[in-house]
């Protein structure tokens, strides 16, 4: 990306994995001690990291391959669509800090209108704004598209609340992207 890395690695539940085995075994190395007890706990947590993979892959080919589009106000869920198999389409850039401009929003609302896109997704970490503004776009130019939820995309959720761990996060985000675009 123009000598920018994208750092949202953890979209792709098995690339996470890899960073997973990746601090295992740094923490083995580190802490010998312990390491048949961090081994023990990486190797159960890579197990559910591969089961919820395939979860992932098996709930987003569950929509139908023309809605399986994701627009989102930032670019972080790359990884994500290469992994599953699902068209991503962030209004900025990989950085939050960027702005949004009136040739973003009449490009994206051209596409969502030309192709039916149903919903269209707000991120926990980032104002509501542009995504607002292309939903009334949308509509002024006799388009329909739903607000399809709010995913978590470089924040987990409130302690307690089932999107405080990464796997937690994971399946809330694949929950709330399959029900509005399976509509």
């Known amino acids: 990306f123009g000598g920018t890395y994208d750092p949202h690695v953890w979209f792709d539940v098995s690339l996470w994995a890899l960073v997973v085995d990746g601090i295992s075994n740094r923490l083995q190395e580190l802490v010998p001690d312990a390491a048949a007890s961090i081994q ?7 197990q559910e990291l591969n089961e919820l993979h395939d979860w992932v892959y098996e709930r ?13 106000a930032h670019d972080a869920f790359g ?13 900025q850039g990989l ?26 997704f707000l991120e926990t970490s980032i104002a509501p704004r542009s995504i607002q503004s292309l939903m009334n776009g949308v509509r002024e130019r ?20 089932g999107e405080d761990t990464y796997t937690g996060m994971v399946r809330f985000n694949v929950n709330t992207i399959t029900e509005a675009l399976s509509k």
Not at 40 to 46: K, P, S
Not at 60 to 72: F, G, H, K
């Open 40 to 46: 023990e706990n990486a190797q159960a947590y890579l």
């Open 60 to 72: 987003i080919q569950s929509i139908p391959e023309n809605s399986r589009v994701l627009i989102t």
């Open 79 to 91: 990884y994500f669509g290469r992994a599953y198999n699902i068209d991503v389409r962030g209004l």
């Open 95 to 120: 950085s939050t800090q960027s702005e949004v401009g009136i040739q973003d929003i009449t490009s994206m609302t051209r596409f969502i209108i030309e192709n039916e896109i149903p919903a269209i």
């Open 142 to 161: 006799g388009g329909q598209v739903e607000l399809g939820g709010e995913l978590y995309s470089d924040a987990m959720g409130e302690r307690g609340g």
